[in-house]
């Protein structure tokens, strides 16, 4: 039979998520599936195990039996399919293809969505997916059902264990032995590996809400929200631990939170990780989300690198981390790429490499996260709008502004010399997003009084915005 696929909400720039089954259903999976197959097929990529795909999912109750559906449709195909098993993090998934030089991967995956949620992270050759990519899927009018399987599937049960064994050797002089650290994977793939690899590191190991389950019952999947991680705080204090560490549901980013119960956010983790990665003095780049601090760029330039502003997004962020050899890239939500790893993002890996750092400084984390400077910006403030109103808010805010330097990268950035103004569209909702940031307190508020005298139909929201921001 042929079946056609509508570009339904399902389909994002670069993956497929959504609520099941209104949006992410079995049928469809089975359908991409087979798109999916034909482009692997299709594809040719020198150095790269041909026809290869190696899939995996996370530990949502929905994940087995898309990841079935995914492998029926994948099947029609001649494909060497190699399947690590039900909840694998998606790191050891980007490991395991790595490891086998394998031309693709399919992870059924809704990362740090809501537990009713899920998805699809997809990779044919070395470079992330495009928004191009993603399309052609949504467009697929080919088979689907009533062939005959083709591919040869096989199993990769142990590929965790040898991951983790790969890990624990790397790090096994780290020093790490002499750190108290909270580790929290929040019911997601990490549960159970990464306070593994910390004890067998020889770390005094606190482990919370330990226990993949894909329900998430103990805290929200997502990471990156502070709100998420009261709890890694609480007990970071209450027992006198060096950091904390947590993961989101999937296993593919993190927050780190110092001595004193503070979540470090993106741009403070990067200021206190990137003097470890860039040692040697490099002028290589590092990439950061154009939604990044300013305390950021600068401390990358103290180091003697290169700050490169990227379109914020997983698969935009890596490829440019690739595509510029870059030793890092930085991204808001939590993702942490290493060019030691190949622009790979894997928490559990950059985590290691922090403690390590740290176990060989005589000053702890929170004192670290102390000496850095202050940083005066809001988080994004997200305001429902209709799709014509942000067209007009994107387009006129350049003619508003005209005493800055306009970037037009992701969006609209507007940039003074005190301070920078991000208008962009989401790509997940019908909103627009804005974030500010100053030099100074001052700085910050006199750029939102500039906005909302141009624009006051964000009043509300900007006031609220800048008057919960602390330094």
Same mark, same amino acid.
């Given at each position: 039979?042929?079946?056609?696929?509508?570009?339904?909400?399902?389909?994002?720039?670069?993956?497929?998520?959504?609520?099941?089954?209104?949006?992410?259903?079995?049928?469809?999976?089975?359908?991409?599936?087979?798109?999916?197959?034909?482009?692997?097929?299709?594809?040719?990529?020198?150095?790269?195990?041909?026809?290869?795909?190696?899939?995996?999912?996370?530990?949502?109750?929905?994940?087995?039996?898309?990841?079935?559906?995914?492998?029926?449709?994948?099947?029609?195909?001649?494909?060497?399919?190699?399947?690590?098993?039900?909840?694998?993090?998606?790191?050891?998934?980007?490991?395991?293809?790595?490891?086998?030089?394998?031309?693709?991967?399919?992870?059924?995956?809704?990362?740090?969505?809501?537990?009713?949620?899920?998805?699809?992270?997809?990779?044919?050759?070395?470079?992330?997916?495009?928004?191009?990519?993603?399309?052609?899927?949504?467009?697929?009018?080919?088979?689907?059902?009533?062939?005959?399987?083709?591919?040869?599937?096989?199993?990769?049960?142990?590929?965790?264990?040898?991951?983790?064994?790969?890990?624990?050797?790397?790090?096994?002089?780290?020093?790490?032995?002499?750190?108290?650290?909270?580790?929290?994977?929040?019911?997601?793939?990490?549960?159970?590996?990464?306070?593994?690899?910390?004890?067998?590191?020889?770390?005094?190991?606190? /482990?919370?809400?330990?226990?993949?389950?894909?329900?998430?019952?103990?805290?929200?999947?997502?990471? /990156?929200?502070?709100?998420?991680?009261?709890?890694?705080?609480?007990?970071?204090?209450?027992?006198?631990?060096?950091?904390?560490?947590?993961?989101?549901?999937?296993?593919?980013?993190?927050?780190?939170?110092?001595?004193?119960?503070?979540?470090?956010?993106?741009?403070?983790?990067?200021?206190?990780?990137?003097?470890?990665?860039?040692?040697?003095?490099?002028?290589?780049?590092?990439?950061?989300?154009?939604?990044?601090?300013?305390?950021?760029?600068?401390?990358?330039?103290?180091?003697?690198?290169?700050?490169?502003?990227?379109?914020?997004?997983? /698969?935009?962020?890596?490829?440019?981390?690739?595509?510029?050899?870059?030793? /890092?890239?930085?991204?808001?939500?939590?993702?942490?790429?290493?060019?030691?790893?190949?622009?790979?993002?894997?928490?559990?890996?950059?985590?290691?490499?922090?403690?390590?750092?740290?176990?060989?400084?005589?000053?702890?984390?929170?004192?670290?996260?102390?000496?850095?400077?202050?940083?005066?910006?809001?988080?994004?403030?997200?305001?429902?709008?209709?799709?014509?109103?942000?067209?007009?808010?994107?387009?006129?805010?350049?003619?508003?502004?005209?005493?800055?330097?306009?970037?037009?990268?992701?969006?609209?950035?507007?940039?003074?010399?005190?301070?920078?103004?991000?208008?962009?569209?989401?790509?997940?909702?019908?909103?627009?997003?804005?974030?500010?940031?100053?030099?100074?307190?001052?700085?910050?508020?006199?750029?939102?009084?500039?906005?909302?005298?141009?624009?006051?139909?964000?009043?509300?929201?900007?006031?609220?915005?800048?008057?919960?921001?602390?330094?």
């Amino acid at each position: 039979m042929t079946s056609t696929v509508n570009r339904a909400a399902a389909f994002k720039d670069c993956d497929i998520r959504g609520p099941y089954p209104e949006e992410v259903s079995d049928d469809l999976f089975e359908v991409v599936g087979a798109a999916y197959g034909a482009d692997v097929t299709a594809g040719s990529f020198p150095g790269l195990q041909e026809r290869m795909i190696v899939i995996g999912g996370d530990a949502r109750e929905t994940t087995p039996r898309l990841k079935t559906r995914l492998t029926d449709g994948l099947a029609i195909h001649p494909l060497r399919i190699i399947d690590l098993g039900a909840r694998v993090p998606t790191p050891v998934i980007y490991w395991a293809k790595a490891e086998l030089r394998a031309q693709a991967s399919a992870i059924v995956t809704a990362s740090h969505n809501p537990p009713h949620w899920n998805g699809l992270k997809v990779m044919n050759g070395d470079r992330p997916p495009r928004p191009e990519d993603i399309a052609r899927l949504a467009a697929y009018d080919g088979e689907v059902g009533g062939q005959r399987p083709r591919a040869e599937v096989t199993s990769w049960p142990g590929a965790t264990e040898t991951y983790i064994g790969r890990l624990t050797e790397t790090f096994a002089e780290s020093g790490i032995d002499g750190l108290h650290v909270v580790i929290d994977p929040g019911n997601g793939c990490q549960s159970g590996i990464a306070s593994r690899v910390y004890r067998a590191l020889g770390a005094e190991v606190e /482990a919370l809400h330990d226990r993949a389950d894909g329900r998430f019952p103990d805290r929200h999947p997502d990471c /990156a929200v502070p709100e998420n991680l009261t709890a890694v705080c609480a007990a970071v204090r209450e027992r006198g631990a060096d950091l904390g560490i947590a993961f989101d549901g999937d296993g593919d980013r993190l927050a780190a939170v110092d001595g004193k119960g503070r979540v470090l956010g993106s741009e403070r983790l990067g200021m206190v990780l990137l003097p470890a990665i860039m040692e040697d003095g490099s002028s290589a780049p590092v990439v950061i989300d154009i939604k990044c601090s300013m305390a950021l760029e600068e401390c990358i330039e103290k180091l003697g690198g290169r700050a490169i502003r990227s379109k914020s997004g997983h /698969a935009y962020m890596k490829q440019v981390v690739l595509d510029s050899g870059a030793v /890092a890239g930085i991204e808001v939500s939590g993702h942490v790429f290493l060019g030691e790893l190949d622009g790979r993002d894997d928490p559990l890996h950059t985590s290691l490499r922090l403690c390590r750092y740290l176990a060989a400084r005589e000053r702890s984390l929170a004192e670290m996260v102390d000496a850095l400077p202050p940083m005066y910006m809001t988080p994004d403030i997200r305001i429902a709008m209709d799709a014509p109103e942000i067209d007009r808010l994107l387009t006129s805010a350049p003619e508003a502004f005209s005493d800055a330097r306009i970037e037009d990268l992701d969006g609209v950035r507007i940039v003074w010399p005190t301070g920078w103004l991000l208008i962009r569209r989401s790509i997940t909702e019908p909103k627009v997003t804005l974030r500010m940031e100053g030099q100074t307190q001052q700085d910050l508020e006199d750029i939102s009084e500039r906005v909302v005298g141009r624009f006051p139909e964000l009043t509300t929201e900007v006031k609220a915005a800048v008057a919960k921001t602390v330094a």
